[in-house]
Protein backbone atom coordinates (compact mmCIF):
# COMPACT_ATOMS: atom_id res chain seq x y z
CA UNK A 1 0.00 0.00 0.00
CA UNK A 2 2.92 2.47 0.87
CA UNK A 3 4.42 1.56 -2.29
CA UNK A 4 1.51 2.98 -4.32
CA UNK A 5 0.63 5.68 -2.53
CA UNK A 6 4.47 6.74 -2.78
CA UNK A 7 4.19 6.02 -6.41
CA UNK A 8 0.75 8.13 -6.78
CA UNK A 9 2.40 11.29 -5.04
CA UNK A 10 5.20 10.64 -7.50
CA UNK A 11 2.91 10.80 -10.28
CA UNK A 12 1.42 13.83 -9.21
CA UNK A 13 4.57 15.77 -8.68
CA UNK A 14 5.66 14.99 -12.15
CA UNK A 15 2.51 15.69 -13.55
CA UNK A 16 2.44 19.01 -11.81
CA UNK A 17 6.01 20.08 -12.81
CA UNK A 18 5.23 19.44 -16.59
CA UNK A 19 1.91 21.56 -16.22
CA UNK A 20 3.29 24.35 -13.72
CA UNK A 21 6.28 24.43 -16.33
CA UNK A 22 6.65 28.35 -18.14
CA UNK A 23 8.28 30.23 -20.97
CA UNK A 24 12.38 29.89 -21.27
CA UNK A 25 13.75 33.81 -21.97
CA UNK A 26 16.36 33.49 -24.09
CA UNK A 27 18.78 35.56 -22.27
CA UNK A 28 20.50 36.43 -25.62
CA UNK A 29 18.19 38.02 -27.34
CA UNK A 30 17.35 40.34 -24.20
CA UNK A 31 17.94 44.05 -26.06
CA UNK A 32 17.82 47.38 -24.09
CA UNK A 33 17.94 50.83 -25.96
CA UNK A 34 17.77 54.26 -24.97
CA UNK A 35 14.73 55.90 -26.31
CA UNK A 36 15.64 59.76 -26.70
CA UNK A 37 13.67 62.59 -26.39
CA UNK A 38 14.87 66.19 -27.38
CA UNK A 39 12.94 68.07 -24.08
CA UNK A 40 13.07 66.93 -20.44
CA UNK A 41 10.47 67.42 -18.04
CA UNK A 42 11.64 67.69 -14.55
CA UNK A 43 8.82 66.00 -13.43
CA UNK A 44 5.70 64.89 -14.39
CA UNK A 45 3.60 67.96 -12.79
CA UNK A 46 5.27 70.70 -14.09
CA UNK A 47 4.12 73.45 -16.49
CA UNK A 48 6.72 72.93 -19.17
CA UNK A 49 9.27 70.95 -19.94
CA UNK A 50 12.81 72.30 -20.19
CA UNK A 51 13.26 72.04 -24.78
CA UNK A 52 16.41 71.38 -26.37
CA UNK A 53 17.82 69.13 -23.63
CA UNK A 54 18.04 65.41 -24.25
CA UNK A 55 16.12 63.30 -21.90
CA UNK A 56 15.75 59.24 -22.01
CA UNK A 57 13.71 55.75 -21.65
CA UNK A 58 14.51 51.97 -21.83
CA UNK A 59 13.19 50.10 -24.43
CA UNK A 60 13.46 46.74 -24.11
CA UNK A 61 12.63 43.74 -26.09
CA UNK A 62 13.26 39.73 -26.04
CA UNK A 63 12.42 36.15 -27.19
CA UNK A 64 10.26 33.40 -25.30
CA UNK A 65 9.82 29.70 -25.90
CA UNK A 66 6.59 28.67 -24.97
CA UNK A 67 4.48 27.99 -23.28
CA UNK A 68 2.50 30.83 -22.09
CA UNK A 69 -1.16 30.43 -20.93
CA UNK A 70 -3.79 32.96 -20.82
CA UNK A 71 -3.75 35.02 -17.70
CA UNK A 72 0.00 35.57 -17.63
CA UNK A 73 1.42 39.07 -18.20
CA UNK A 74 5.12 40.26 -18.95
CA UNK A 75 6.31 43.03 -17.49
CA UNK A 76 9.80 44.93 -17.19
CA UNK A 77 11.07 47.24 -13.84
CA UNK A 78 13.44 49.80 -14.32
CA UNK A 79 15.10 51.17 -11.28
CA UNK A 80 17.15 54.14 -10.73
CA UNK A 81 21.19 53.51 -9.74
CA UNK A 82 20.87 54.15 -6.17
CA UNK A 83 18.27 51.14 -6.14
CA UNK A 84 14.80 53.68 -6.10
CA UNK A 85 12.01 52.64 -8.36
CA UNK A 86 12.06 54.57 -11.81
CA UNK A 87 9.59 52.94 -14.63
CA UNK A 88 7.58 50.07 -15.16
CA UNK A 89 7.59 48.58 -18.65
CA UNK A 90 4.29 46.30 -19.74
CA UNK A 91 4.76 44.07 -22.60
CA UNK A 92 2.47 42.66 -25.34
CA UNK A 93 2.19 38.43 -24.35
CA UNK A 94 0.57 36.68 -26.24
CA UNK A 95 -0.33 33.19 -25.25
CA UNK A 96 1.98 30.64 -26.97
CA UNK A 97 2.13 26.29 -27.17
CA UNK A 98 5.27 24.35 -26.24
CA UNK A 99 8.59 25.29 -28.13
CA UNK A 100 6.85 28.43 -30.10
CA UNK A 101 8.87 31.47 -29.95
CA UNK A 102 8.43 35.21 -30.36
CA UNK A 103 9.39 38.34 -29.77
CA UNK A 104 8.08 40.04 -27.06
CA UNK A 105 8.24 44.34 -27.29
CA UNK A 106 6.59 47.59 -25.01
CA UNK A 107 2.31 47.43 -24.90
CA UNK A 108 1.69 50.27 -27.13
CA UNK A 109 2.10 53.55 -24.93
CA UNK A 110 0.87 57.16 -24.76
CA UNK A 111 4.12 59.06 -25.64
CA UNK A 112 3.42 62.11 -23.89
CA UNK A 113 2.79 59.93 -20.90
CA UNK A 114 6.14 58.27 -21.43
CA UNK A 115 7.89 61.35 -22.04
CA UNK A 116 7.41 62.30 -18.76
CA UNK A 117 9.31 59.22 -17.35
CA UNK A 118 12.24 60.46 -19.54
CA UNK A 119 15.55 60.94 -17.18
CA UNK A 120 18.62 62.49 -17.62
CA UNK A 121 20.65 60.43 -15.36
CA UNK A 122 23.67 58.06 -16.44
CA UNK A 123 25.34 55.06 -13.92
CA UNK A 124 24.49 51.47 -13.75
CA UNK A 125 20.48 50.77 -13.37
CA UNK A 126 18.89 47.38 -12.33
CA UNK A 127 16.44 45.85 -14.26
CA UNK A 128 14.05 42.40 -13.95
CA UNK A 129 11.83 41.04 -16.33
CA UNK A 130 8.99 39.70 -15.02
CA UNK A 131 5.30 37.73 -15.07
CA UNK A 132 2.22 37.84 -13.11
CA UNK A 133 -0.16 35.37 -13.33
CA UNK A 134 -3.61 36.60 -12.04
CA UNK A 135 -4.94 33.47 -11.91
CA UNK A 136 -2.84 31.97 -9.23
CA UNK A 137 -1.58 35.00 -7.94
CA UNK A 138 2.25 34.72 -8.76
CA UNK A 139 4.59 36.92 -9.77
CA UNK A 140 8.08 35.22 -11.16
CA UNK A 141 10.93 36.77 -12.02
CA UNK A 142 12.44 35.45 -15.53
CA UNK A 143 15.86 37.44 -15.58
CA UNK A 144 17.46 40.46 -13.42
CA UNK A 145 20.12 42.07 -14.76
CA UNK A 146 21.51 45.65 -15.09
CA UNK A 147 22.43 47.90 -17.78
CA UNK A 148 25.59 50.58 -18.03
CA UNK A 149 24.44 53.96 -19.24
CA UNK A 150 26.49 56.55 -20.63
CA UNK A 151 26.64 59.98 -22.09
CA UNK A 152 28.87 61.53 -25.20
CA UNK A 153 29.11 64.92 -26.83
CA UNK A 154 27.16 64.82 -30.74
CA UNK A 155 28.85 65.89 -33.49
CA UNK A 156 29.55 69.28 -32.70
CA UNK A 157 30.64 70.68 -36.60
CA UNK A 158 26.09 70.30 -36.40
CA UNK A 159 24.99 73.46 -34.90
CA UNK A 160 21.93 72.15 -33.57
CA UNK A 161 23.96 69.78 -31.51
CA UNK A 162 25.90 72.67 -30.21
CA UNK A 163 26.59 71.30 -26.51
CA UNK A 164 24.13 68.57 -26.75
CA UNK A 165 25.34 65.28 -25.45
CA UNK A 166 22.97 61.52 -26.01
CA UNK A 167 22.67 58.45 -24.37
CA UNK A 168 24.02 55.22 -25.07
CA UNK A 169 24.31 51.54 -23.39
CA UNK A 170 27.32 49.54 -22.97
CA UNK A 171 28.09 46.51 -24.54
CA UNK A 172 31.66 46.20 -24.60
CA UNK A 173 31.40 43.25 -22.52
CA UNK A 174 29.72 41.52 -25.94
CA UNK A 175 32.99 42.27 -28.23
CA UNK A 176 34.93 39.18 -26.72
CA UNK A 177 31.95 36.58 -26.46
CA UNK A 178 30.57 34.53 -29.74
CA UNK A 179 27.48 31.84 -30.16
CA UNK A 180 28.27 29.05 -32.32
CA UNK A 181 25.76 26.44 -32.74
CA UNK A 182 24.55 24.16 -35.72
CA UNK A 183 21.23 26.01 -36.76
CA UNK A 184 18.75 23.86 -37.17
CA UNK A 185 16.53 26.16 -39.15
CA UNK A 186 16.68 25.20 -42.71
CA UNK A 187 16.66 21.78 -41.31
CA UNK A 188 17.60 20.09 -38.07
CA UNK A 189 18.50 16.66 -39.70
CA UNK A 190 21.27 18.22 -41.71
CA UNK A 191 21.96 21.57 -39.55
CA UNK A 192 24.35 24.10 -40.95
CA UNK A 193 27.24 25.53 -39.35
CA UNK A 194 26.35 29.74 -37.42
CA UNK A 195 27.80 31.83 -35.59
CA UNK A 196 26.94 35.53 -33.55
CA UNK A 197 29.83 37.88 -33.26
CA UNK A 198 29.81 41.76 -31.87
CA UNK A 199 31.23 44.83 -33.44
CA UNK A 200 31.42 48.24 -32.53
CA UNK A 201 31.13 51.45 -34.73
CA UNK A 202 30.80 51.27 -38.47
CA UNK A 203 29.49 48.63 -39.71
CA UNK A 204 26.96 49.03 -42.32
CA UNK A 205 29.24 50.26 -44.99
CA UNK A 206 32.52 47.81 -44.23
CA UNK A 207 33.58 44.63 -45.83
CA UNK A 208 32.74 42.04 -43.54
CA UNK A 209 34.10 38.48 -44.82
CA UNK A 210 34.34 35.21 -42.88
CA UNK A 211 36.48 32.35 -43.07
CA UNK A 212 36.13 28.79 -41.40
CA UNK A 213 39.22 26.57 -41.21
CA UNK A 214 40.68 23.26 -40.51
CA UNK A 215 43.67 21.86 -39.61
CA UNK A 216 44.82 25.41 -41.03
CA UNK A 217 43.15 24.98 -44.18
CA UNK A 218 40.50 27.07 -45.39
CA UNK A 219 37.28 25.09 -45.98
CA UNK A 220 34.36 28.05 -46.24
CA UNK A 221 34.23 31.90 -46.67
CA UNK A 222 30.81 34.09 -46.17
CA UNK A 223 30.88 37.75 -47.45
CA UNK A 224 28.42 40.35 -46.86
CA UNK A 225 25.62 38.91 -48.21
CA UNK A 226 26.00 35.79 -46.29
CA UNK A 227 25.76 37.43 -43.02
CA UNK A 228 22.54 37.04 -42.74
CA UNK A 229 21.04 38.85 -39.85
CA UNK A 230 21.88 41.82 -37.67
CA UNK A 231 20.98 43.24 -34.58
CA UNK A 232 21.78 46.83 -33.42
CA UNK A 233 22.95 48.21 -29.70
CA UNK A 234 22.59 51.88 -30.44
CA UNK A 235 22.10 55.64 -29.26
CA UNK A 236 19.30 57.46 -29.91
CA UNK A 237 21.52 59.44 -32.23
CA UNK A 238 22.54 56.15 -34.07
CA UNK A 239 26.65 57.64 -33.60
CA UNK A 240 28.95 54.86 -35.50
CA UNK A 241 31.31 55.70 -32.14
CA UNK A 242 28.79 54.58 -29.60
CA UNK A 243 26.92 51.85 -31.64
CA UNK A 244 27.15 47.80 -31.27
CA UNK A 245 25.83 45.51 -33.69
CA UNK A 246 25.63 41.64 -33.71
CA UNK A 247 25.96 39.71 -36.85
CA UNK A 248 24.97 36.10 -37.95
CA UNK A 249 27.17 34.10 -39.96
CA UNK A 250 25.48 31.07 -41.54
CA UNK A 251 28.35 28.50 -43.39
CA UNK A 252 25.83 27.69 -46.15
CA UNK A 253 28.15 24.88 -47.37
CA UNK A 254 29.18 23.55 -43.81
CA UNK A 255 26.96 20.98 -42.16
CA UNK A 256 27.55 18.98 -38.52
CA UNK A 257 26.44 15.80 -40.02
CA UNK A 258 23.38 14.04 -42.56
CA UNK A 259 20.60 12.66 -40.56
CA UNK A 260 18.42 12.92 -43.13
CA UNK A 261 16.24 10.02 -44.87
CA UNK A 262 16.43 11.99 -47.97
CA UNK A 263 17.66 11.17 -51.27
CA UNK A 264 20.02 14.17 -51.62
CA UNK A 265 23.78 13.49 -51.61
CA UNK A 266 24.46 16.88 -50.52
CA UNK A 267 27.68 17.43 -53.33
CA UNK A 268 29.62 20.40 -52.32
CA UNK A 269 29.14 20.05 -48.31
CA UNK A 270 31.41 19.92 -45.77
CA UNK A 271 30.36 17.88 -42.85
CA UNK A 272 31.79 17.90 -39.48
CA UNK A 273 31.11 14.44 -38.35
CA UNK A 274 33.63 13.57 -40.82
CA UNK A 275 36.37 15.80 -40.01
CA UNK A 276 36.28 15.69 -36.33
CA UNK A 277 39.36 18.23 -34.71
CA UNK A 278 40.11 21.97 -34.13
CA UNK A 279 38.34 24.45 -36.27
CA UNK A 280 38.80 28.04 -36.49
CA UNK A 281 36.53 31.10 -37.73
CA UNK A 282 38.26 34.08 -38.64
CA UNK A 283 36.20 37.62 -39.46
CA UNK A 284 37.61 40.45 -41.98
CA UNK A 285 36.71 43.75 -41.29
CA UNK A 286 37.65 45.97 -44.26
CA UNK A 287 40.46 43.40 -45.12
CA UNK A 288 41.75 43.58 -41.92
CA UNK A 289 41.39 40.44 -38.99
CA UNK A 290 39.08 41.41 -36.70
CA UNK A 291 37.87 38.07 -35.14
CA UNK A 292 39.32 34.87 -34.41
CA UNK A 293 37.00 31.98 -33.02
CA UNK A 294 38.38 28.28 -32.13
CA UNK A 295 36.48 25.31 -31.57
CA UNK A 296 36.69 21.26 -31.46
CA UNK A 297 34.35 19.30 -32.92
CA UNK A 298 33.42 15.52 -31.86
CA UNK A 299 33.00 12.65 -33.84
CA UNK A 300 29.10 13.02 -34.06
CA UNK A 301 30.04 16.45 -35.57
CA UNK A 302 28.64 18.34 -32.93
CA UNK A 303 30.76 21.05 -31.40
CA UNK A 304 32.19 20.49 -27.80
CA UNK A 305 30.41 22.06 -25.13
CA UNK A 306 32.27 24.03 -22.89
CA UNK A 307 29.15 24.22 -20.98
CA UNK A 308 29.21 27.90 -20.23
CA UNK A 309 25.80 28.75 -22.19
CA UNK A 310 24.90 25.60 -20.02
CA UNK A 311 25.94 27.44 -16.59
CA UNK A 312 24.36 31.01 -17.59
CA UNK A 313 20.91 28.75 -18.61
CA UNK A 314 21.17 31.02 -21.39
CA UNK A 315 18.26 29.02 -23.34
CA UNK A 316 18.05 27.74 -27.29
CA UNK A 317 21.14 25.71 -28.58
CA UNK A 318 23.54 28.26 -28.62
CA UNK A 319 27.30 27.91 -26.85
CA UNK A 320 28.86 31.25 -25.98
CA UNK A 321 32.72 31.22 -26.94
CA UNK A 322 35.86 33.50 -26.94
CA UNK A 323 36.19 35.58 -29.95
CA UNK A 324 39.48 37.09 -30.14
CA UNK A 325 39.52 40.80 -30.75
CA UNK A 326 42.01 41.79 -33.38
CA UNK A 327 42.29 45.06 -35.30
CA UNK A 328 41.62 48.46 -34.90
CA UNK A 329 37.97 48.41 -36.09
CA UNK A 330 36.06 48.59 -32.65
CA UNK A 331 37.98 51.74 -32.16
CA UNK A 332 38.86 52.39 -27.85
CA UNK A 333 36.97 50.00 -25.61
CA UNK A 334 37.06 48.64 -21.98
CA UNK A 335 38.48 44.67 -22.90
CA UNK A 336 38.10 43.79 -19.50
CA UNK A 337 34.31 44.61 -19.29
CA UNK A 338 33.46 41.01 -19.83
CA UNK A 339 34.59 40.26 -16.32
CA UNK A 340 31.83 42.04 -14.36
CA UNK A 341 29.64 43.11 -16.82
CA UNK A 342 28.71 40.01 -18.97
CA UNK A 343 25.40 39.21 -19.73
CA UNK A 344 23.75 42.66 -17.99
CA UNK A 345 26.23 42.14 -15.28
CA UNK A 346 25.99 38.21 -14.83
CA UNK A 347 29.44 37.56 -15.20
CA UNK A 348 29.92 33.93 -16.90
CA UNK A 349 31.74 30.88 -15.11
CA UNK A 350 33.86 29.38 -16.98
CA UNK A 351 34.55 32.35 -19.89
CA UNK A 352 37.35 33.61 -20.13
CA UNK A 353 38.59 36.23 -22.91
CA UNK A 354 41.42 35.13 -25.09
Not at 221 to 247: C, F, M
Not at 256 to 281: C, H, R, V
Request: charged share 25%.
Amino acid sequence: MKKVLILSIALFLLSFSAFAAGPTLLKRTIQVTPKRFLRYWKNPKAAEPVYDTYSWVPQIQFEVLGPIEGGNKLYAEFEMPDGKPWMKVNLRTPELGDDIWETIKADSVDEYELEKQAILNEGVFPFRIKMKNSLNGTDATLFSGKIKVGTYLLDQKIPEYKNKKDFFIDYDWHLPMAYLWLNPQSDENVPQLATQVCLRGEVDSAKLEAYLFFGGKQIAKQTNSGLSERTVYTSGADEPSHRWAIWEITFATVRGFNKSESASSYTGQFFLDKNPGEYEIKIMRDNQLSRSIKFTVGKDGKIVDNNVAKGATLGGVRMIVPAQVLGAGDGKFNATAWQTEALFFNPLNGFSAQ
